[in-house]
């Protein structure tokens, strides 16, 4: 299985993540745009997760609920730009944190898509509170899962409730 890299540099406020997937690119951005897959994958299976709003367009806003036995938790952010295979700019903010700007980046090889995320914080102790929290493991698990939702919906042939 592919590894999930995290990039963590010291006095710098930035966290990269790089994962290879074993699926063309037009399923990978579809499993990042669609919130009925994204329901699928996204964050640790521990939870139960609600796409409260996910307006992929820009100036789209879209908030993301987790649950489990301690209570509720929630992500949500802005669409900057039109999300598509050429890139997904958005805000990503932990609820009570402050936010960072993130970046993702596909890149078709061979069959294969790589995703790129560079996440820009306001300050090298917000981007150490979202690490200190437990960024690393939520964003390998949810890739895990990502992963497996792509093998069993067979790559480029995703079939949603919106077809």
């Known amino acids: 299985m592919p590894q999930t890299q995290i990039t963590v540099e010291p006095n710098q406020s930035l966290v990269s993540i790089t994962r290879e997937f074993d699926a063309p690119l037009d399923a990978v951005v ?13 964050g640790p299976r521990s939870v139960e997760i609600t796409i409260e709003r996910y307006e992929v367009r820009d100036g789209g806003r879209w ?5 489990d036995a301690d209570g509720e938790f929630a992500f949500y952010g802005v669409f900057h730009g039109e999300p598509s295979a050429d890139g997904i700019v ?23 898509t790589i995703v790129r995320t560079t996440a820009a914080f306001l300050s090298v ?10 960024m690393a493991s939520g964003v390998t698990e949810g890739y895990e899962r990502l992963d497996e939702l792509l093998g069993r919906l067979g790559g480029p042939s995703i079939k949603t409730r919106h077809d």
């Open 90 to 112: 958005q805000t990503f903010q932990y609820e009570g944190s402050p936010p960072s700007l993130q970046a993702l980046m596909f890149e078709e090889r061979e069959g294969r």
């Open 63 to 67: 908030r993301v609920v987790h649950r």
């Open 30 to 42: 579809r499993a990042h745009l669609d919130p009925d897959l994204v329901a699928q994958w996204w």
């Open 125 to 134: 102790e917000a981007r150490d509170a979202m690490v200190e929290a437990g």
